[in-house]
């Protein structure tokens, strides 16, 4: 990026080198090799510089910067379905405000449409893994809606699929309507890879959607072209999202279909499917009322995702159900705390939304009853922002907890206080969550 203009290549590791002597540059062990970095200050003061240089200057630096990280992208992303992938991921962590500074320019940018496009697909599973779906899924649709954004037909088919997949916590809807242009845009194509590729993303659509016979269909077909084609990881991940609708309509059923999903990733080693797939296994056994077994596969699901660095957000709210039903509310507690504070710090508002509401079902279960329709207000409100239902089996713990409440605090009572919840600001019903 520096080996530009009037800097030539080979001078660069001098010139840093004299930097780092001269402290205006920090240089720090990462791994087996060394980073550079800037203090805050030093940082804003050549931000200044820079812009002093003029417009022209500094646009031809950001573009630099913006082409070099895309390379950095794509590079990465045939190693991100593998056995390598924690290894990958790590990697793209040290540079994750790099990356995400260039899709930025390149968003900005009046030719930058294609590059943006490139990056949400080469980054789909890395960013998908990560406290970064609001934002990609802002990014993408926003773009997806340009003319020149369907100048590429392979390449805009992979971006709305990737739209789908980054939708499903930010808008159900949108997701859904990107879902339907990727699967019709990939079927006039023939492509069986993209059809693969757009069908799965879109069953899930409609599972979280509860539209759960629309979402097995795709599911079915996503399965069988994945079959025919022989690709573990094509296979891996359409067996996920056709896991996630048969839990509902073939329980019995979903057992072959799990060992299959298991036998997948076991050979291609995608441990991020693996991770998706216990969790939602956790998930089935709750629901069936086996707790040994959905603790086993959440505890699983959280040591897999500790080696590819996947935030535990989600799991730790399914583990806080489990030792709910298990009768230890001090523990379930303390699990549904982590979640929330994950979720403060990432801002997945729909991590907010279900760990708020495992607060509030405690605290009806401990008998605060004005606590708990404060929480269930906000829980709601946090789920409201996003646009999407609640799943099972939150749902069915909610009607059961709010009834209770109602049952034993009063409606003229639970109605202020739910209402109270439904007001509180960010931070105050965090707060307020955490006691």
């Not at 996920?240 to 979903?254: C, F, N, Q, R």
């Not at 997945?348 to 401990?366: I, S, T």
């Not at 605060?368 to 929480?375: C, E, G, M, P």
Request: net charge negative; aromatic share 8%.
């Amino acid at each position: 990026v520096c080996g530009s203009g009037a800097i030539e290549l080979i001078e660069v590791a001098d010139l840093l080198g004299s930097l780092a002597d001269k402290s205006r540059v920090v240089a720090e062990p990462a791994g087996s090799a060394i980073r550079y970095r800037l203090l805050e200050t030093i940082r804003q003061f050549a931000a200044e510089r820079l812009a002093e240089t003029g417009q022209d200057e500094a646009a031809a630096l950001a573009a630099v910067h913006c082409d070099y990280f895309l390379r950095v992208a794509e590079a990465a992303s045939q190693h991100l379905t593998g056995p390598d992938q924690g290894t990958w991921f790590a990697r793209l962590d040290a540079d994750q405000l790099n990356l995400w500074r260039a899709a930025e320019y390149a968003a900005r940018s009046p030719d930058g449409t294609a590059r943006v496009l490139r990056f949400g697909c080469a980054l789909r599973r890395y960013w998908g893994s990560r406290p970064r779906e609001s934002e990609v899924f802002a990014l993408l649709a926003s773009v997806l809606k340009r003319p020149e954004a369907s100048a590429d037909p392979a390449l805009f088919t992979v971006a709305l699929s990737t739209a789908t997949f980054m939708g499903h916590t930010n808008d159900l809807e949108a997701a859904r309507r990107f879902g339907e242009q990727a699967v019709e845009a990939a079927r006039e194509l023939g492509d069986e890879r993209l059809l693969i590729e757009a069908l799965a993303p879109q069953a899930s659509s409609y599972y979280f959607l509860r539209q759960f016979k629309q979402g097995y269909a795709l599911g079915q077909e996503a399965v069988a072209r994945a079959r025919q084609l022989g690709d573990d990881v094509l296979l891996g991940s359409a067996l996920m999202a056709l896991l996630m609708t048969s839990y509902v309509l073939d329980p019995e059923g979903s057992g072959p279909l799990y060992a299959e999903a298991t036998a997948c990733v076991g050979r291609s080693g995608d441990q991020l499917i693996s991770y998706h797939l216990h969790n939602n296994a956790g998930v089935q056994a709750l629901l069936m009322g086996d707790m040994p077994a959905a603790r086993a596969h959440l505890e699983q699901a959280i040591q897999g995702g500790q080696t590819i660095g996947e935030d535990p957000g989600v799991v730790s709210i399914n583990l806080g159900w489990v030792r709910r039903a298990e009768n230890d509310p001090a523990g379930s507690r303390a699990t549904f705390e982590v979640a929330l504070r994950i979720a403060r710090r990432t801002g997945q508002r729909y991590v907010l939304a279900y760990a708020c509401l495992g607060l509030a079902c405690l605290a009806g279960d401990l008998g605060d009853w004005h606590s708990a329709a404060v929480l269930h207000g906000a829980a709601q409100a946090f789920l409201d922002r996003i646009g999407d239902p609640w799943q099972e089996p939150e749902e069915g713990y909610r009607k059961s907890s709010v009834a209770k409440i109602r049952a034993q605090f009063g409606d003229d009572q639970f109605e202020p206080a739910f209402a109270e919840g439904m007001a509180l600001g960010f931070d105050d019903a965090i707060e307020t969550a955490l006691g």
